[in-house]
């Protein structure tokens, strides 16, 4: 596949409270599904601590390989909130207040509650453009292809729509579902003999295990939606004598 | 630090549901969370493809850098499930059926229902021992600092059980949690004094966005339980003017 027709983006999320456990991060899933959606291909999630190094390393390594790089994190106005001075690090730029952000927090912020604590969110690595935060105001910003984000879910979210208006965006995969009672043992072998079919559709199965008893559910996934299409036929046709087994709707992709 | 008083984990996820989104990973906080409360410090997770570079060169990678690594996902029956040959390749041993995880799958399957595909799942890399699996019987495995573990929740949560018992603790932290509804531009100032006061004590800050509106709590972990209560009453001192501040139970942590 050529460059015109992929995209790729790393999720580098910072902070000590998803590897302590104390927070579970919500923020991966989210960004990989909006990103899937727009036909950008995730290829990778990373967690690091609020450590300088290691932030940076990432940053660069992950800046590195892919497209773009998504961060989450570490960008409020406590003193271990180090994100943006790691990120002017990689890039070895300056960092500093920065008006437009700075007007962005007055326009919430009546000037004695202006702490020195919440100018800190005002300073932005020199040559970054920023991301509005339309929930709290202190914005995110983008340099190169970094795209530096909030940890709160909220207001994440939020400014991944600004985001993503600036992305460029891939080919988006056709995708079918496929719904089994099946287990995965016995779905495995059909599986492969169709995958064996369908070299170009990516088929992947998925195991649950619940009250119910165990199942597998059955994604295909590739650019041509007509090959898509063929190979879930395929599997429909090669499962159905194993049990329960239906296509799901489109939008339980 | 010595090594004998801090153990460190990382996390290697494995599967393309994750990174496109179709299943949110429940796993990183589970066992992060898990591993914190034995003293172990996850200094990193990290979500790969189902691609043998990838999960090779992430477990070299993880496997150098921290006393333990535990993967989960991409130990099913399917083709598209190749940890297990992943590890081998990246231990440099060969990897073949064990008669050991033969028997625990015999166990539940009549012969007639152990296909080509569920046999796959007793293919274990020469040198491991296994993760028994209460749960679903294919087991997981252990080989060198690596411990193999199923992607379904459940089933890994099981095995995370028998793989805790084998693991190297740590000194567990004591940490003391601070709810406050003060936000976090507020509380940062004296939050930063407190830790620079403290500098045995890790003070960490959580904003949260809720309908009721922003707030942030505080968490201070540390070695010493007496310096870690005192830098926590030096916090909630120091807030107490700013807003409703008061220290969480323990079991909040």
């Given at each position: ?97 920065n008006?437009e952000a700075?007007a962005m ?17 005002a300073?932005i690595?020199?040559?970054a453009r920023l991301i509005e935060n339309?929930?709290?105001?202190a914005p995110g910003f983008e340099i190169?292809?970094?795209?530096v ?10 400014m991944?729509?600004n ?91």
């Amino acid at each position: 596949m050529s460059a015109a027709e992929t995209v790729s983006a790393g999720i580098l999320v910072i902070g000590d409270e998803i590897l302590s456990g104390r927070t579970k991060d919500k923020n991966i899933g989210y960004i990989a599904e909006y990103l899937t959606n727009l036909g950008i291909e995730v290829a990778e999630a990373r967690v690091v601590p609020d450590d300088e190094t290691r932030i940076v390393a990432a940053l660069d390594e992950m800046r590195e390989a892919y497209d773009y790089v998504l961060t989450t994190g570490g960008i409020g106005p406590t003193h271990d909130d180090i994100t943006a001075d790691c990120v002017a690090k990689a890039f070895g730029v300056v960092i500093s207040e920065n008006d437009e952000a700075l007007a962005m927090l007055t326009s919430r912020f009546p000037s004695r509650e202006l702490t020195e604590a919440r100018r800190r969110m005002a300073r932005i690595p020199h040559g970054a453009r920023l991301i509005e935060n339309p929930v709290s105001k202190a914005p995110g910003f983008e340099i190169g292809n970094v795209f530096v984000m909030a940890g709160v879910p909220a207001i994440m979210q939020a400014m991944l729509d600004n985001v993503a208006k600036r992305l460029r965006t891939g080919i988006r995969l056709h995708v079918v579902n496929i719904e089994t009672r099946i287990r995965e043992g016995d779905v495995a072998g059909p599986l492969r003999a169709v995958q064996e079919a369908f070299a170009d559709v990516a088929i992947g199965s998925y195991p649950y295990y619940s009250d119910s008893g165990f199942g597998a559910n059955v994604v295909c996934r590739g650019r041509e939606p007509a090959r898509v299409e063929a190979a879930a036929e395929a599997i429909v046709a090669a499962l159905s004598a194993l049990g329960e087994v239906r296509l799901a709707p489109p939008d339980a992709a």
